[in-house]
């Protein structure tokens, strides 16, 4: 069946480090995979889209890395802040969306 | 621009009763996608309607309806609710449908939270 696995459903930081999310995704074939940030009570608000033919994309302190092979995304931030905090959602295209269960990151300052 | 608006942004129902969610996509958007979310399950995808025709529905039971008006404003409905409707609704427009080659960068609503007592 079709899977799309967010490594942790916690992680906590401390304020200045990186922090790196994992996606992990079984019985798809995306031509593209997104990362979308979501605040408590809000909907989730869309950050980056990486293709399958790229290996990484870049915006301002986050960094996506797509391997089609071992059918994983890396999502980094790097110089985490408290206002980071939040929880990260992974999508894939399947004709629809869908998306990943979330990894909620705590920044400590 | 205005963003995608969801209403009714908070409802309590009976179980039994049925419910009727509103979204209004972002202006010049087709496709509105519809997903319930709860703690457990996360993000669950609904289904998606793209000029006013379902292209694709997620994994659930009948008593989930949708449409889309011309405008490409959107409805969903519940019937016969269940206390385990009780979630976040939320409701996405994008330019493109889900089956188009081009990416599909989704814009949700604030969502609208369904208690079922």
């Known amino acids: 069946s079709q899977k799309i696995e967010q490594n942790s459903e916690a992680l906590n930081i401390q304020e200045g480090k990186t922090a790196t999310l994992t996606c992990n995704y079984t019985?798809?074939?995306?031509?593209?995979l997104q990362w979308y940030r979501q605040d408590p009570g809000r909907g989730p608000v869309f950050l980056l889209l990486?293709?399958?033919?790229?290996k990484e994309k870049r915006k301002e302190r986050l960094k996506v890395t797509f391997d089609t092979t071992l059918k994983q995304s890396l999502f980094h931030i790097t110089a985490s802040q408290p206002a980071d905090s939040a929880t990260y959602l992974c999508a894939l295209n399947n004709n629809d969306m869908r998306f990943g269960a979330g990894t909620r990151l705590t920044v400590k300052p | 621009k205005a963003g995608v608006t969801q209403t009714p942004r908070y409802l309590i129902k009976t179980r039994g009763q049925q419910v009727t969610l509103s979204c209004s996509p972002i202006s010049g958007h087709r496709s509105v996608s519809w997903y319930q979310q709860t703690p457990g399950q996360g993000l669950q995808f609904l289904f998606e309607?793209?000029?006013?025709?379902?292209?694709n529905k997620g994994n659930f039971p009948g008593r989930f309806s949708g449409r889309q008006f011309s405008n490409s404003r959107s409805e969903m409905n519940v019937s016969t609710l269940e206390l385990g409707d009780s979630a976040l609704y939320l409701c996405?427009?994008?330019?493109?449908?889900?089956?188009?080659?081009?990416?599909?960068?989704?814009?949700f609503g604030a969502g609208s939270r369904l208690t079922v007592l």
């Open positions: 990486i293709r399958e033919n790229e």
């Open positions: 309607y793209f000029s006013e025709t379902q292209r």
């Open positions: 996405a427009s994008s330019l493109r449908g889900g089956e188009s080659t081009g990416a599909n960068v989704l814009t």
């Open positions: 019985n798809y074939s995306p031509a593209y």
